[in-house]
């Protein structure tokens, strides 16, 4: 075997082999920017990002020109969610959102509340659920945006979206997702769904980092949304700079084999999950956290009450990659605000191991995770610390 064995797909994926072959000739032989309009060198490029669009569309059922380039999800959650506000402020002050979404929403929404917006955050249950009821009485006449994540990056629980955005819609309210977990791995459909805004990245779905999307909803009259970025006006003016070309086009093609293969993908993944959580929760102390009916295929997050947490994830690290909740919260030694939210004592939430699979992910990979997880966990409970 080689380890560690990588159980982190939620944290970044690999690009795919088609995704790389598809991205090399735009870094030197197809180099042209695409605002340069007046020779063969833009055109291509030009060109090679508008197939692109109609790839990242296509995954997700929308329109081409609803899709508008990022430098990944956390751009496109703060044009959503300021430029969207910007130009409502005439409406209302009232935004609502979950105590358990994303950082790159949370941290945007407390700069938000700095600028005189009124944030309420909701809480969830036990398995991580909305109550549709609170999300209706929390509404009022000043409310102007929901965001709620289509899919938990920690648990893997799938919000109902849908429902969620049906109540907005009847209030003349935008509602915005943050699909990025969910995109590429489940069906989306954003007109299916009723949503307005929608974000992804390219790194989560066997794409490049450093570029996402934003999908913004087009009808007559249009969402305003003011751009965060100003210059030379690309996209329709929506986000100013160069566009990066090979990290589009690598997106474009990643979205492509997403569409062709993730029912295969979530089908063997899902068997595979579920012989490792299996496995996992027969052991002493062992608790899911989550749903485990309405999730991600993938994903897994288990809590190992009676272990020092962060002893207990160093020693799994040395033969499995893996994390006890978001890559973006890691630098910190905070348990994750997701685990809290959802009840848990802070001792409890740091010994804890989100495992999610990926395309490359074997049965004997996860054999191998569930005797090393078994196994230093025994050694843990015995009284050495180290599990050595």
């Given at each position: 075997m080689k380890y560690p064995i990588y159980l982190d797909y939620n944290a970044t994926t690999p690009c795919h082999p088609?995704?790389?072959?598809?991205?090399l000739p735009f870094f030197s032989e197809h180099f042209g920017n695409p605002s340069s309009g007046q020779h063969p060198f833009g055109w291509v490029a030009e060109e090679a990002v508008e197939v692109a669009r109609e790839q990242v569309a296509g995954l997700i059922g929308a329109a081409?020109?609803?899709?508008?380039?990022?430098?990944?999800a956390t751009e496109a959650i703060n044009l959503a969610l300021r430029g969207a506000v910007a130009g409502l402020k005439s409406k209302g002050n009232h935004l609502i959102t979950l105590e358990t979404e994303h950082k790159a929403v949370l941290d945007t929404m407390q700069v938000l509340e700095k600028q005189g917006f009124?944030?309420?955050?909701?809480?969830?249950?036990?398995?991580?659920?909305?109550?549709?009821?609170l999300l209706k009485k929390t509404i009022k006449a000043e409310t102007i945006l929901v965001a709620a994540m289509l899919a938990n990056n920690e648990t893997g629980y799938l919000h109902p979206v849908k429902e969620m955005a049906a109540i907005a819609r009847e209030r003349g309210i935008l509602f915005f997702t943050d699909a990025v977990q969910a995109v590429g791995k489940i069906p989306v459909d954003v007109k299916a769904l009723g949503i307005d805004m929608l974000a992804l990245s390219g790194h989560?779905?066997?794409?490049?980092?450093?570029?996402?999307a934003l999908y913004l909803r087009k009808s007559k009259p249009g969402i305003g949304l003011d751009s965060q970025i100003t210059g030379g006006g690309q996209e329709t003016g929506r986000r100013s700079g160069t566009l990066n070309v090979p990290g589009i086009v690598g997106l474009g093609k990643a979205a492509e084999i997403a569409r062709q293969e993730f029912p295969t993908d979530a089908l063997k993944l899902a068997e595979l999950r579920d012989k490792l959580e299996k496995e996992l929760l027969s052991i002493e102390g062992a608790h899911l956290n989550g749903s485990s009916d309405s999730r991600l295929p993938h994903v897994c997050n288990i809590s190992f009450r009676g272990v020092s947490g962060k002893p207990f994830l160093i020693r799994i690290n040395k033969h499995l990659a893996v994390s006890s909740g978001?890559?973006?919260?890691?630098?910190?030694?905070?348990p994750s605000h997701v685990l809290r939210a959802m009840g848990l004592d802070s001792e409890t939430a740091v010994a804890t191991l989100r495992l999610s699979l990926g395309k490359s992910t074997t049965e004997k990979d996860v054999d191998v995770a569930i005797d090393f997880i078994t196994e230093t966990h025994q050694k843990m409970k015995k009284g050495n610390p180290s599990g050595i």
């Open positions: 088609a995704v790389v072959e598809e991205m081409p020109k609803e899709i508008i380039f990022t430098s990944g009124e944030v309420t955050y909701l809480p969830v249950q036990t398995d991580g659920a909305v109550s549709l009821n989560k779905m066997y794409g490049p980092k450093g570029v996402g978001s890559a973006c919260s890691s630098i910190t030694d905070k």
